[in-house]
Structures are given as C-alpha cells and as structure tokens.
C-alpha cells in the first residue's frame, strides 16, 4: 500500500438504523508501517461529528475496544451523534524492531 488508505471491513452495528464500525489501515508517517484504526461513524453524521479519540491500553490493538465495549460504547455514541477513532497505538509487523519486554517494539504502546 502506498500512501492513502484501504477500508478493511465495514459492519453496520445497531440494527438497521445504526452507524458503521470500520476497521481502517493507512501507511504511517511515523513508523513508517502500515498501521490500523477503528472508526464508529454515527448513521447521523452527515458531514462534521464531534471526534472521541479511544487510546487503548499497552500491548492493546485497534480491536480491544471495540471487542469490550462494542455494543454499549456504539449505542452511547449514536446517541450524542460522535464518532470514535480506535488506533492500534503500536508498530505491527517484519520490519519493527523488537525486544522481549513489552515495552518497546511490537506491541509497545508507546510510540
């Protein structure tokens, strides 16, 4: 991939009346890896909607919240008519140097 982004998946949450959780990867700047977000776009956004940025916790990726907090946390925002970006805060892949702790390398939250 080079440059832009690529929609992984797109689920419809919340019946048929309900937004969309997408799974996102974009080519980072920063790491210079590919690296994915999730996204919950509210069915009202139209054009602006108010932005919560979700930072999961160390060794956590873009699906932690998503998987706890899912159906709950969708319904909340749908409701207030925000939207929800869920980046995985760490590198993944061949090219990420690693150690054996976790607090540098692949799956390091830390960057």
């Known amino acids: 991939m080079s440059g832009g982004v690529k929609i992984l998946s797109k689920t419809r949450v919340g019946g ?6 997408q799974r996102v990867q974009h080519e980072s700047t920063s790491t210079c890896t590919p690296m994915i977000f999730g996204l ?4 009202s956004a139209k054009v602006n909607v ?11 990726d873009d699906t932690n919240f998503a998987n ?17 970006v869920m980046p995985d805060t760490s ?21």
């Open 16 to 21: 048929s009346n309900g937004g969309y959780y």
């Open 40 to 43: 919950y776009l509210p069915a």
């Open 68 to 84: 706890k907090a899912g159906s709950r946390a969708f319904a909340a925002a749908e409701q207030q008519g925000i939207a929800i």
């Open 91 to 111: 590198p993944r892949g061949e090219s990420v140097p690693n150690v054996d702790s976790y607090d540098l390398g692949i799956g390091a939250g830390f960057y």
């Open 50 to 60: 108010p932005v919560l940025f979700w930072l999961s916790g160390l060794t956590c």
